[in-house]
């Protein structure tokens, strides 16, 4: 049984992808660049991770998966990629998994509310 299927055994839940930007001013970190700050309102010089989470619309809540650190402009140009492209396939190299994920909580949802009977 999963910390998902502990925590909201009885919701549907939603994967949620969500780029959170990083104030870095070191010179030898990787992947330095202007990302979107909403807090700021524009891009500033830093580092982004982007959060995957599965999110309980019932409760307001997330519970943090995964964390991927977005490459800088440049190393993107190398994998002739885009922030998007980057961003999509976290989504697709993860899909699996995370349908895997999700319906294995959805037996346990099941498999709980059978039990309750």
Request: overall charge negative.
């Amino acid at each position: 049984m999963s910390l998902l299927s502990i925590s909201c055994p009885d919701e549907s839940l939603v994967i949620a992808f969500d780029p959170t930007y990083l104030p870095k001013s070191g010179k030898h970190s990787p992947y330095i660049d202007r990302f979107w700050s909403g807090c700021a309102g524009r891009a500033l010089r830093g580092q982004e991770l982007g959060g995957l989470a599965a999110v309980s619309l019932e409760h307001n809540t997330a519970i943090h998966l995964e964390a991927v650190m977005t490459p800088d402009s440049d190393t993107l140009k190398l994998n002739d990629q885009t922030r998007i492209d980057h961003y999509a396939q976290i989504i697709v190299d993860r899909a699996e998994q995370l349908n895997a994920s999700l319906t294995t909580m959805n037996l346990a949802k099941t498999m709980h509310l059978q039990n309750q009977k």
